[in-house]
């Protein structure tokens, strides 16, 4: 069982619809890590978390250090929302990584 | 100005050949790693580096092996290189600052293929 699990896997959504990727740790964690990987590979960070809610542009991140849970939500989603995100774990100096949401936004 | 540069960007080579990839940061941090994503996109840790010194080496097979020159740079290297090689392998830096929190910054990836 991994360490990072997110839900769901794949999503495909209309544009403008809001989105929700779920993401639940097993492990005692410093932060979370919110990534995104576009289709050419490359990484971005888009939010680190310790506590609470952040938001940036239409990204909001939250989560619930009781809960072990964290969520990712898009809203008024667009088709250059598209890409692979990925929840990622801090626990002293070890990351541990959810296998990723794949999200394709249909115009 | 990227902060974490990864060299090359794809590399195919041949099955029992040596290859290195180079990996430099320009933020002033203390903590490198190096990761794989396989291709189901899951993410490994296979080294992390703190101030030059190894902290975490997974379980990779001895034909890897990480070089810091000093705490910027953190190079893979790969000897006799096998197809299950051919991978996205991503360097990353962070901050270390004790018990804080710090954000991790990821290279570019490399693709590498075995041919």
Known sequence: KNEVEQSPQNLTAQEGEFIT??????????????????????????????????????LIAT?????KHSSLH??????????????AVRSGNQF????????TVIP | ?????????????????DKSIKCEQNLGH???????????????????YNNKELIINETVPNRFSPKSPDKAHLN????????????VYFCASSRRQGIM?????????????VV
């Open chain 1, 63 to 67: 989560i619930n250090i009781q809960e």
């Open chain 2, 76 to 87: 893979l290297h790969i000897n006799s290189l096998e197809l299950g090689d051919s991978a």
């Open chain 2, 30 to 48: 203390d903590t490198m790693y190096w990761y794989k994503q396989d291709s189901k996109k899951f993410l490994k840790i296979m080294f992390s």
């Open chain 1, 21 to 58: 990727i779920n993401c639940s740790y097993s492990v005692g964690i410093s932060a979370l890590h919110w990534l995104q990987q576009h289709p050419g590979g490359g990484i971005v960070s888009l939010f680190m978390l310790s506590s609470g809610k952040k938001k940036h542009g239409r």
């Open chain 2, 1 to 17: 100005d990227t902060a974490v540069s990864q060299t090359p960007k794809y590399l195919v080579t041949q099955m029992g050949n």
């Open chain 1, 74 to 87: 898009i809203t008024a989603s667009h088709p250059r929302d598209s890409a692979v995100y990925i929840c």
């Open chain 2, 101 to 113: 929190n710090t954000e991790a910054f990821f290279g570019q990836g490399t693709r590498l293929t």
């Open chain 1, 96 to 103: 541990y990584f959810g296998t990723g949401t794949s999200l």
